[in-house]
């Protein structure tokens, strides 16, 4: 069954540096998201991706964030400057059809010390 | 603020009985609701979606959706120990662009 893959599975970083979670979703799906999930609380929307373009941001998506779909594989998130608030499990997601849903990736825990 | 509402639990079950989930959305004129199952340290993994009111069954699962009172709940029959994780009601939102989530109820299903 095709996958969402995402890499790397655990990311320690220090605060103020740079991080790039990357994302390869299934093949023929469309549509991109990035969600993250704060230990013991609700998965929390970041951002959609649609025909190389945002179509919708949360608050949460402030200008620390960016997205970027390089080639015709990969969808990437980038924190500019982590802070140790950003500390969660980060989720890529794709869909074809809304009919189906989301499948998500097996996430990237983001770790800022 | 669009919201997703789902009692946090744990909902404790013995094997073989009915679970019942429910969740309740504030935004009148959302249209399609999706049930993920999530397992403690990995990612959501769809259940049902449902978007028309009245039941859908997919084998021991049943979506229900009543838009009149804005909820949604989720029927597993046969409870099994595997079963046990949390469950997460999702709403997307009127744009199509965001699935909006609950934060999710625990289901414990003893054997």
């Known amino acids: 069954e095709p996958e969402v893959t995402q890499t790397p599975s655990h990311q320690v970083t220090q605060m103020g540096q740079e991080v790039i979670l990357r994302c390869v979703p299934i093949?023929?799906?469309?549509?991109f998201y990035w969600y993250r999930q704060i230990l013991g609380q609700k998965v929390e929307f970041l951002v959609s991706?649609?025909?190389?373009?945002?179509?919708?941001k949360s608050e949460i998506f402030d200008d620390q964030f960016s997205v970027e779909r390089p080639d015709g594989s990969n969808f990437t998130l980038k924190i500019r400057s982590t802070k140790l608030e950003d500390s969660a499990m980060y989720f890529c997601?794709?869909?074809?059809?809304?009919?189906?849903?989301?499948?998500f990736g097996s996430g990237t825990r983001l770790t800022v010390v | 603020q669009k919201e997703v509402e789902q009692n946090s639990g744990p909902l404790s079950v013995p094997e073989g009985a009915i679970a019942s989930l429910n969740c309740t959305y504030s935004?009148?004129?959302?249209?399609?609701f999706f049930w993920y199952r999530q397992y403690s340290g990995k990612s959501p993994e769809l259940i049902m979606s449902i978007y028309s009111n009245g039941d859908k069954e997919d084998g021991r699962f049943t979506a229900q959706l009543n838009k009149a009172s804005q909820y949604v709940s989720l029927l597993i029959r046969d409870s099994q120990p595997s079963d046990s994780a949390t469950y997460l009601c999702a709403v997307l939102n009127q744009a199509g662009t965001a699935l909006i989530f609950g934060k999710g109820t625990t289901l414990s299903v003893s054997s």
């Open positions: 997601a794709s869909m074809r059809e809304e009919v189906y849903g989301y499948t």
């Open positions: 991706f649609y025909n190389n373009e945002i179509s919708e």
């Open positions: 935004d009148r004129v959302s249209q399609s």
């Open positions: 093949s023929n799906h469309l549509y």
